[in-house]
């Protein structure tokens, strides 16, 4: 019996090793390396919305910087996404078009007064990049 298990642990394993190296048909998928970003915040600018600022109304600044942690990127683009208040999404809004130079500093200026506007319903929803700048 013990004789048995080591056999046929045995031969599972020679199975297995066999079956690893090609099967010969065509499913092998020839798979291409892709480019991750690497976003960090600004050290000098706020890095969440300060509620204060927002209802008094005050234009906020974020400041980030974009590069590449892995792969091989000639140019990208930076896109975004607006969320509403209401759960609406749109976008995606292109905030930097055809960036070559990583890293790169970005400063991002969202006007506070449209944002109270939207909430409050007296302002209707922007959806481009000239709607935050």
């Known amino acids: 019996m013990k004789n048995l298990k080591i056999v046929l642990a045995f031969m599972m394993l020679a199975t297995f090793i066999v079956s690893c190296d ?12 892709g480019a991750i970003p690497n976003f960090t915040f600004s050290d000098t600018k706020p890095t969440i ?7 008094a109304g005050n234009h906020m600044e974020f400041g980030y910087t974009v590069d590449i942690f892995q792969g091989n990127v ?8 607006y969320k509403t208040a209401g759960g609406d999404v749109y976008g995606p809004v292109t905030f930097e078009s055809d960036v070559t130079t990583f890293p790169s500093d ?8 449209n944002w109270v506007a939207s909430v409050k319903g007296t302002s209707p929803h922007r959806s481009t990049a000239e709607d935050i700048r």
């Not at 919305?49 to 209802?55: E, F, G, W, Y």
């Not at 000639?74 to 996404?81: H, I, K, Q, R, T």
């Not at 970005?106 to 007064?113: A, D, G, N, Q, V």
């Open 22 to 33: 090609d099967d010969g048909g065509t499913s092998n998928i020839d798979l291409k390396e």
């Open 49 to 55: 919305i300060d509620l204060n600022l927002v209802s």
């Open 74 to 81: 000639s140019s990208a683009d930076v896109v975004g996404f």
């Open 106 to 113: 970005f400063t991002l200026t969202i006007p506070c007064s």
